[in-house]
């Protein structure tokens, strides 16, 4: 959540495909008490589904609707328009999933104060597969990620849901729920693909991605554990003495959207590496604040960097 600053209209922008949940998330929302508000509440439709909004509870709740039926509509006359009309203290968005996010421009005098996902569980597969890149615009800077009606989706299916989320956006809180509430996400040691309690714990090369989002989650699991595993070699100029970046490149959405993967390394020889070699590292781990992680995250320190052949295999979730 963005820092909230009362010179300016905080926005709560709720996004995800049609039918995914948001006007019912919305609905709620409006009745707790953490959200009521003196004053008006202006809540922008970006699409008409099924769910009609309550008028008492818009009613009760001061909630003034507009509706806009193209993104090209919410231009800097239309947010100008609605502050003279309406004079909100807060502005709701029910963002139209099929529309690309980076899209929204905000005024100067706006400010998006925190972005939430809906997702339908039952119909994931068929976004995952069919529209990743619209899928990660939407993901990508929310802060909460809601995932409901995953009644029929397997444990092995929300673990893998899980996993490609979490590389879409490594810092979202992601939330699971079925007909009976927010579903428990624990990934037991005995389900991981490597040993946690060898003396070095050997990450694959097809296992990357999984020990990469798991030791984002679990400090308690990789604090102090020592592993081995090949990626190729990140450095920058602002990076300090003997610290470099292991890793393997990934692709979170498609082709065109591809990411670095790795955690920042402290080793006698990275004044001696090159970006873009290939490395063995065995390292131990550790968890510290560490400025590009916003907070605290892993950070290795190498036993030994060895040269290793290139993988050609990108990792993929």
Same mark, same amino acid.
């Given at each position: 959540?963005?820092?909230?600053?009362?010179?300016?209209?905080?926005?709560?922008?709720?996004?995800?495909?049609?039918?995914?949940?948001?006007?019912?998330?919305?609905?709620?929302?409006?009745?707790?008490?953490?959200?009521?508000?003196?004053?008006?509440?202006?809540?922008?439709?970006?699409?008409?589904?099924?769910?009609?909004?309550?008028?008492?509870?818009?009613?009760?709740?001061?909630?003034?609707?507009?509706?806009?039926?193209?993104?090209?509509?919410? %231009?800097?006359?239309?947010?100008?328009?609605?502050?003279?009309? #309406?004079?909100?203290?807060?502005?709701?968005?029910?963002?139209?999933?099929?529309?690309?996010?980076?899209?929204?421009?905000?005024? %100067?005098?706006?400010?998006?104060?925190?972005?939430?996902?809906?997702?339908?569980?039952?119909?994931?597969?068929?976004?995952?597969?069919?529209?990743?890149?619209?899928?990660?615009?939407?993901?990508?800077?929310?802060?909460?990620?809601?995932?409901?009606?995953? %009644?029929?989706?397997?444990?092995?299916?929300?673990?893998?849901?899980?996993?490609?989320?979490?590389?879409?956006?490594?810092?979202?809180?992601?939330?699971?729920?079925?007909?009976?509430?927010?579903?428990?996400?624990?990934?037991?040691?005995?389900?991981?693909?490597?040993?946690?309690?060898?003396?070095?714990?050997?990450?694959?090369?097809?296992?990357?991605?999984?020990?990469?989002?798991?030791?984002?989650?679990?400090?308690?699991?990789?604090?102090?554990?020592?592993?081995?595993?090949?990626?190729?070699?990140?450095?920058?100029?602002?990076?300090?003495?003997? #610290?470099?970046?292991?890793?393997?490149?990934?692709?979170?959405?498609?082709?065109?959207?591809?990411?670095?993967?790795?955690?920042?390394?402290?080793?006698?020889?990275?004044?001696?590496?090159?970006?873009?070699?290939?490395?063995?590292?065995?390292?131990?781990?550790?968890?510290?604040?560490?400025?590009?992680?916003?907070?605290?995250?892993?950070?290795?320190?190498?036993?030994?960097?060895?040269?290793?052949?290139?993988?050609?295999?990108?990792?993929?979730?």
């Amino acid at each position: 959540m963005s820092d909230y600053n009362e010179e300016k209209m905080p926005v709560f922008l709720i996004n995800g495909f049609l039918e995914a949940g948001k006007t019912q998330f919305i609905s709620f929302t409006l009745q707790q008490e953490y959200f009521q508000s003196d004053g008006t509440t202006v809540l922008i439709l970006c699409e008409e589904g099924d769910t009609e909004y309550d008028k008492a509870l818009l009613k009760k709740t001061r909630t003034k609707i507009v509706t806009v039926d193209d993104v090209s509509e919410m %231009d800097q006359d239309f947010f100008g328009r609605l502050e003279a009309l #309406y004079d909100p203290d807060r502005v709701l968005i029910e963002w139209n999933g099929m529309w690309p996010q980076d899209q929204l421009r905000l005024p %100067d005098t706006w400010q998006l104060y925190q972005q939430i996902t809906i997702i339908d569980g039952s119909t994931f597969d068929l976004y995952l597969n069919n529209m990743k890149p619209l899928l990660g615009l939407l993901v990508r800077n929310s802060e909460l990620v809601i995932m409901n009606r995953c %009644d029929d989706v397997s444990d092995e299916d929300i673990l893998k849901y899980r996993r490609g989320l979490k590389a879409l956006n490594p810092q979202a809180e992601l939330i699971f729920e079925d007909a009976e509430g927010e579903i428990e996400q624990e990934v037991l040691e005995e389900d991981l693909p490597y040993d946690l309690k060898a003396d070095v714990v050997e990450i694959s090369p097809e296992d990357y991605g999984i020990w990469y989002i798991d030791a984002l989650d679990k400090e308690d699991r990789y604090k102090g554990k020592v592993v081995e595993f090949t990626g190729m070699v990140l450095k920058s100029p602002e990076f300090p003495k003997n #610290y470099f970046v292991p890793g393997r490149m990934a692709m979170t959405c498609c082709e065109a959207d591809m990411t670095f993967l790795g955690f920042i390394c402290k080793a006698r020889e990275a004044r001696l590496l090159e970006t873009g070699k290939w490395v063995k590292v065995r390292a131990r781990m550790e968890y510290e604040f560490w400025q590009d992680y916003d907070g605290v995250g892993p950070v290795l320190y190498a036993e030994s960097v060895e040269p290793a052949e290139e993988i050609k295999e990108i990792v993929q979730f």
